[in-house]
């Protein structure tokens, strides 16, 4: 079994988590793989106020992408901890096999975060699944329930968001302008 690479980052002023699933084998940071991952683009651009998603910041150091969280006043961090993978090069979550979900609602208490926005939907799933405190599974596995995400956490005061995949596919008609405005709308608010 191998564990998360990286310890969860929450800026001192942070109200709000990103929450993602599992970096892939080798990454230095948090949405770090490749360009077609969008999150550090889309961030950059609220970051700087700017209506326009520009490129490359998926190779910012990692001091400039804390600094990008602190000034949003985000955190970061994964709904997987400990996992096995069904290839090493997989960046598939199918190929993931979780066998410990991180504690997002002690995190959060621990650290006075009031809302999880979820920035892939089998972390949604994965999160809600955790909240049986039952053993993790793979996605496959995991029923109609955990697909809707409805009725998320009555018993806390957390608000769960599922916002937009940051990946450059998605679904028909988000693109990434769209993105873009989602994002800012949460993260802003």
């Known amino acids: 079994m191998f564990t998360h690479p990286f310890k969860p980052e929450i800026p001192k002023t942070a109200t709000k988590l990103l929450i993602g699933t599992l970096p892939p084998e080798g990454v230095k940071f948090y949405f770090s793989n490749s360009a077609n991952t969008r999150l550090w683009d889309i961030l950059t651009a609220i970051n700087n106020g700017s209506n326009v998603i520009g490129t490359g910041s998926n190779n910012l150091s990692n001091s400039e992408k804390i600094k990008i969280l602190e000034n949003l006043k985000i955190g970061i961090s994964d709904i997987i901890y400990g996992y096995e993978r069904d290839s090493v090069e997989s960046t598939k979550d199918t190929d993931i096999n979780p ?30 699944h955790s909240l049986d405190n039952t053993e993790p599974v793979r996605l496959k596995k995991l029923n109609a329930r955990y697909e809707l995400g409805s009725q998320l956490i009555a018993e806390t005061t957390i608000k769960c968001i599922l916002l937009p995949s940051p990946l450059n596919r998605g679904r028909k008609d988000e693109t990434l302008e769209f993105k873009l405005l989602e994002y800012k709308k949460y993260i802003q608010q």
Request: hydrophobic share 45%; proline share 0%.
């Open 99 to 128: 066998k410990e979900y991180k504690d997002l609602v002690q995190l959060a208490s621990d650290n006075n975060i009031k809302e999880l926005l979820f920035v892939y939907q089998s972390a949604l799933k994965w999160f809600i």
